[in-house]
């Protein structure tokens, strides 16, 4: 079936550090969404992409969705203890289907 | 402004029991999904709906499970009876329109003993 696959699964990072965590699909997408979840809360919307090799900022976060709209990534540069949380991929293809997360963790 | 409401926010009730999960999307949002989380399948769809219609129950694990929406600014999901298996938290969450981000409620933490 239908499935969207994210890496890595847990990240460790120091203060400082760049961060990156990769999605995808085994399908073509209409459109891929960003979500992050907090320790202990539900998931909270940042961005939609649906160009074919679209790319969107959101100051340190840098989101791309691949030439072929079966892959996406999101880099985040000079992590911060703010950034700590699981960052997830949706991709819509009818529904939307969730990746199983990044978990990224932030040394101070 | 109001986000997605869900209520309660904990409930723990004894195998067999009947749970009944409330959710009160953001007016004007006219897509309503509810998910479940757990460690061991991450976030699952269970249902959605578009303008108060079950769109896909494809996700619903079994008859157990139930879901309405019986007008634009009320949703409920039961299950019935309920088994350990079940405990999770269960999220609810609207969207102005598909396709478009999805506003997630705060979840409610169901544990069945």
């Keep these: ?108 | 402004d109001a986000g997605v409401i869900q209520s309660p926010r904990h409930e723990v009730t004894e195998m067999g029991q009947e749970v009944t999960l409330r959710c009160k999307p953001i007016s004007g949002h006219n897509s309503l999904f509810w998910y479940r989380q757990t460690m061991m399948r991450g976030l699952e769809l269970l249902i959605y709906f578009n303008n108060n219609v079950p769109i896909d129950d494809s996700g619903m694990p079994e008859d157990r499970f139930s879901a309405k929406m019986p007008n634009a600014s009320f949703s409920t999901l039961k299950i019935q009876p309920s088994e350990p298996r079940d405990s999770a938290v269960y999220f609810c969450a609207s969207s102005p329109s598909p396709p478009s981000g999805q506003f997630f409620g705060p979840g409610t933490r169901l544990t069945v003993l």
């Excluded at chain 1, 990534?73 to 949706?90: E, K, M, N, P, R």
Aim: charged residues 20%; proline residues 4%; hydrophobic residues 30%.
């Design chain 1, 1 to 108: 079936g239908q499935q969207v696959m994210q890496i890595p699964q847990y990240q460790h990072v120091q203060e400082g550090e760049d961060f990156t965590t990769y999605c995808n699909s085994s399908t073509t997408l209409s459109n891929i969404q960003w979500y992050k979840q907090r320790p202990g809360g539900h998931p909270v919307f940042l961005i939609q992409l649906v160009k074919s090799g679209e790319v969107k900022k959101q100051k340190r976060l840098t989101f791309q969705f691949g030439e072929a709209k079966k892959n996406s990534s999101l880099h985040i540069t000079a992590t911060q203890t703010t950034d700590v949380g699981t960052y997830f991929c949706a991709g819509l293809k009818g529904k939307l289907i969730f990746g199983q997360g990044t978990e990224l963790s932030v040394k101070p």
